[in-house]
């Protein structure tokens, strides 16, 4: 074959290839939907309305003839030819994804809009000062952080990036351990006064805790020698701050396990005392969330990387961690 008649074949057979399907984009968009759940959760983290979302399936499944999804209540269910599709298509997108973020720039890549959660206390004394610092050097960032307890939804409530206390579970995102921090029973010199029988673990089963969860309080306990142990003091005062825990010790309504930035000020001014100072409690992991198969993967990593930096540069709030790749979980819907 001659190189014209083989530059003419290639061209056809490309014309022909788009001919049979060319939209990408609503194949692209089917994706992130089953990825969400279902139209709103993939309005919330996409930023594209739910009607048009809507549009571009129902034009998707016009353009291939086979019905992708039904609609229910609950979201969407993918039928067989659906399942098929999205089976063979995601690792595709994502691999084009990650080429696309590997051919940015700093300044391209380092741009746009991320949505953050942030655990309260932590965020108000290392993360929101570290994100300040970020937005500072990276003026084309748009930060968008909220503050909360609860353990929200990366994917439905659409956010890039959370940060959880405690371990993680296996939920098929990316994560990579930002700190863990060191912990420390108090309670107020009056308190201890009044319970002079705390000399061992197992005497905390019989003394208030106040935690932050209302139902079952466990704290593993550990010392000097290598012994380990656990207890479980029953619930006197439970808030969803530990800012608050902290003023329900100082006024001796029981022992706290909190973490030793937090408790510092009061340690040193005698308000707090420390409880059986021969055991630790161990350290609470913070861990950082994501989801791989997104362009803002590069951005994402810094912000990581920058609170990672936090904790090192900063003495007595925790203990960073090294810094490894992160470690990605694969049990994707």
């Keep these: 074959m001659m190189r014209g008649d083989l530059k003419t074949a290639h061209l056809m057979f490309h014309l022909w290839n788009m001919k049979t399907f060319g939209d990408f984009d609503g194949l692209a968009l089917f994706i992130r939907i089953v990825q969400a759940g279902g139209l709103a959760a993939a309005e919330r983290a996409t930023g594209i309305s739910k009607a048009t979302l809507s549009r571009r399936l129902s034009a998707l499944e016009a353009t291939l003839n086979v019905r992708l999804v039904r609609r229910t209540k609950k979201g969407v269910v993918l039928t067989e030819h659906g399942q098929q599709l999205y089976d063979r298509s995601r690792?595709?997108?994502?691999?084009?994804?990650?080429?696309?973020?590997?051919?940015?720039?700093?300044?391209?890549?380092?741009?746009?809009?991320?949505?953050?959660?942030?655990?309260?206390?932590?965020?108000?004394?290392?993360?929101?000062?570290?994100?300040?610092?970020?937005?500072?050097?990276?003026?084309?960032?748009?930060?968008?952080?909220?503050?909360a307890d609860r353990r929200v939804s990366l994917v439905e409530e659409g956010y890039d990036l959370v940060v959880r206390m405690g371990p993680v579970a296996d939920s098929g995102l990316v994560f990579k351990k930002i700190a863990n921090l060191p912990r420390t029973l108090v309670a107020s010199p009056n308190y201890l006064a009044t319970h002079p029988n705390l000399k061992e673990p197992k005497d905390l089963d019989d003394v208030p805790a106040l935690a932050i969860r209302r139902d079952l309080v466990e704290w593993d306990l550990g010392n000097d020698e290598g012994v380990t142990t656990k207890v479980h003091p029953r619930i006197g005062f439970a808030a969803n701050r530990q800012t608050i825990l902290i003023d329900a010790a100082v006024a001796g309504l029981g022992v706290a396990n909190l973490p030793n930035f937090m408790i510092e000020a009061a340690l040193s001014s005698g308000e707090l005392v420390r409880v059986l100072p021969e055991w630790t409690p161990s350290p609470v992991e913070m861990t950082a969330l994501w989801q791989k198969d997104r362009i803002t993967g590069r951005l994402i990593k810094a912000i990581v990387a920058e609170f990672i930096e936090a904790f090192t540069t900063r003495q007595g709030v925790g203990q960073p961690v090294d810094p490894p790749t992160a470690s990605v979980r694969r049990n994707f819907p």
């Excluded at 932590?122 to 610092?133: H, Q, S």
């Design 91 to 147: 690792e595709a997108f994502m691999v084009a994804e990650e080429a696309v973020a590997g051919v940015q720039d700093e300044k391209v890549a380092l741009s746009g809009t991320v949505r953050l959660s942030l655990p309260p206390d932590i965020a108000t004394e290392v993360l929101a000062p570290a994100l300040v610092r970020f937005k500072s050097r990276y003026p084309d960032v748009i930060i968008e952080m909220t503050l």
